[in-house]
């Protein structure tokens, strides 16, 4: 958890004997600004979690990117008077952000946001000044309801419900690992061209156990970040300890995973 400032992360919230920040659940917070309809989306960032990395990593008037942005959670910038560019390949989750947006709009004053739909990688590069995002899992990740204890459903919650998460055929999540890789280091590429030098990219990741041992992703991502020609300026860690039958797994003695990481590259 190292980083080349001296600006804390996430103060005012409580650590776990590991130093891994406690973030409040977010449920009632998301309901007031956003439409029912998201609740049903299997991978939600904490929206407490997106407010500390904006406020550690910009401004008031800096451009957020988001290129895989779900149901919207990175629309809470634009309440943070920050601007928001949000990409979404699934259309159902791009018209939930466009309901998001109207429910903010009243409250907003003259915000900069735009939404787009289809595959990041046909937009981007565009100019942004810092990226916030948490990529799919490759379609490896998708639980297999014959596989029994030994699937990658130990990840947690996200793998709850991964087998309706996409429709569209190009949507990352649903490639094999090998292309799912080759996939990311473009968008990661993309990434670092949209930016400006001192321009950040923060990325949201959760490691997952196959066959009983842990699968570092971060460790990749860093690997390949660092390729393209970002420094690696912070690695933090939230507790994540997933719900429904993962507490049940680990009632069992079973390995899980219950912190996720928050990687943060600056384009130099």
């Not at 029912?36 to 407010?51: L, S, W």
């Not at 109207?102 to 990688?121: A, T």
Request: hydrophobic share 40%; net charge negative.
């Amino acid at each position: 958890m190292t980083t080349d400032t001296e600006k804390e992360f996430a103060p005012g919230f409580n650590r776990t004997e590991e130093g891994w920040v406690i973030f409040p659940e977010d449920a009632s917070f998301r309901k007031d600004i956003f439409p029912p309809e998201v609740m049903g989306h299997p991978a939600k960032a904490n929206i407490y979690m997106i407010e500390s990395i904006l406020n550690y990593v910009s401004k008031p008037g800096d451009i957020i990117l988001d290129p895989m942005s779900g149901t919207g959670t990175i629309l809470v910038a634009l309440t943070m008077n920050r601007g928001v560019i949000a990409i979404e390949i699934e259309e159902h989750y791009h018209q939930l952000q466009k309901q998001a947006l109207d429910l903010m709009m009243p409250g907003l004053d003259n915000p900069y946001v735009l939404l787009l739909h289809g595959d990041c990688r046909k937009f981007l590069p565009l100019n942004a000044n810092h990226i916030v995002f948490s990529p799919p899992y490759a379609a490896i990740m998708k639980s297999n309801p014959l596989k029994a204890e030994s699937t990658r459903s130990l990840a947690g919650s996200y793998s709850d419900s991964i087998q309706d998460y996409s429709t569209s055929q190009d949507n990352v999540g649903n490639l094999s690992r090998f292309l799912y890789n080759m996939a990311m280091e473009d968008v990661y590429q993309k990434c670092f061209q949209s930016l400006p030098s001192g321009g950040t990219l923060t990325v949201i990741l959760k490691d997952y156990i196959e066959e009983q041992k842990r699968v570092y992703l971060s460790d990749w991502l860093q690997r390949v970040c660092i390729k393209v020609g970002f420094d690696q300026v912070g690695w933090f860690k939230r507790q994540s300890l997933g719900t429904g039958f993962l507490h049940l797994w680990r009632s069992r003695g079973m390995e899980t995973v219950s912190d996720e990481d928050i990687v943060l590259f600056r384009r130099p």
